[in-house]
T-cell receptor, first 113, second 109 residues
Framework: DVKVTQSSRYLVKRTGEKVFLECVQD?????MFWYRQDPGLGLRLIYF???????EKGDIPEGYSVSREKKERFSLILESASTNQTSMYLC????????????FGSGTRLTVV | QKEVEQNSGPLSVPEGAIASLNCTYS??????FFWYRQYSGKSPELIMF????GDKEDGRFTAQLNKASQYVSLLIRDSQPSDSATYLC?????????FGKGTMLLVSP
């Protein structure tokens, strides 16, 4: 069964901590994405990557960075966590091209206290 | 700014009825259209995609696309309580999908 795996289901961090969210896919997808999902705001794209070591800003990149050193792994980094970054974080991957939908991971619910 | 609009709902239908979920989009250049189902507390799951004008059927689900009207819909026949979820419409752009905020569907027994 093809998978997008996120390292943690629930995470609690303190304000100011550096936070790493990991995502691994086993489908040989070129594209990988990080979204956050908040009630009433829907899915908002943070960053995406279409190739190893490549990254593109999404709609809300401020306060986040990403790393893609290997094709199967895409990491989201919160440089200094703040309470307004409390959210559900969803990783997704897809093949390159407009005709392909995304496969989502199970999500990480991050709480910053 | 590309936009995808959905009625937030909830859309309430009785078990066995047809549920009709609608979506409009702003980018005329969009080529591909997707429907995702998201159960509460879970991640979105792809259930249908459509590229061409007209209807596409898969079991109890039918996706309908009208590019001239920039409108895409999802019909769920013989709705079941297990269909109760939020349905997200997604539209392709140059490199990413743009998602609507979703319509909550409630199917009552």
């Amino acid at each position: 069964d093809v998978k997008v795996t996120q390292s943690s289901r629930y995470l609690v961090k303190r304000t100011g901590e550096k936070v790493f969210l990991e995502c691994v896919q086993d489908m040989d997808h070129e594209n990988m994405f990080w979204y956050r999902q908040d009630p009433g705001l829907g899915l908002r794209l943070i960053y995406f990557s279409y190739d190893v070591k490549m990254k593109e800003k999404g709609d809300i990149p401020e306060g986040y960075s990403v790393s893609r050193e290997k094709k199967e792994r895409f990491s989201l980094i919160l440089e200094s966590a703040s309470t307004n970054q409390t959210s559900m974080y969803l990783c997704a991957s897809s093949f390159r091209g407009q005709n392909y939908g995304y496969t989502f991971g199970s999500g990480t619910r991050l709480t910053v206290v | 700014q590309k936009e995808v609009e959905q009625n937030s709902g909830p859309l309430s239908v009785p078990e066995g009825a047809i549920a009709s979920l609608n979506c409009t989009y702003s980018d005329r250049g969009s080529q591909s259209f997707f429907w995702y189902r998201q159960y509460s507390g879970k991640s979105p799951e792809l259930i249908m995609f459509i590229y061409s004008n007209g209807d596409k059927e898969d079991g109890r689900f039918t996706a309908q696309l009208n590019k001239a009207s920039q409108y895409v819909s999802l019909l769920i026949r013989d709705s079941q309580p297990s269909d109760s979820a939020t349905y997200l419409c997604a539209v392709s752009g140059y490199s990413t999908l743009t998602f609507g905020k979703g319509t909550m569907l409630l199917v009552s027994p």
